[in-house]
């Protein structure tokens, strides 16, 4: 199963995609920043996606937005 998530919103720069779904890691410094949060919600998401046996990606163009996109298995993996 995929599931996309997609906005058009300010998007990513391509120097930042590798990190965004490490743990408190924020694109925008905390002297600049204009948007609330810890930088954890990407992360906690990988991790839950990954559990089940799936993975998350992310495309974005700044200025243009952003797409996530979500592959699960149709059946969960055999417990180790």
Do not use: C, N
């Given at each position: 199963?995929?599931?996309r998530i997609?906005?058009?919103?300010?998007?990513?720069?391509?120097?930042?995609?590798?990190?965004?779904?490490?743990?408190?890691?924020?694109?925008?410094?905390?002297?600049?920043?204009?948007?609330?949060?810890?930088?954890?919600?990407?992360?906690?998401?990988?991790?839950?996606?990954e559990t089940?046996?799936?993975?998350?990606?992310?495309?974005?163009?700044?200025?243009?937005?952003?797409?996530?996109?979500?592959?699960?298995?149709?059946?969960?993996?055999?417990?180790?």
């Amino acid at each position: 199963m995929v599931l996309r998530i997609s906005d058009t919103g300010v998007g990513i720069p391509e120097a930042d995609l590798e990190r965004i779904f490490e743990r408190f890691y924020q694109v925008e410094s905390h002297m600049t920043r204009r948007h609330g949060g810890l930088g954890l919600g990407l992360a906690v998401s990988k991790i839950l996606v990954e559990t089940h046996g799936g993975r998350i990606e992310v495309q974005s163009v700044v200025d243009a937005g952003s797409q996530f996109s979500v592959w699960l298995p149709k059946q969960q993996p055999a417990a180790a």
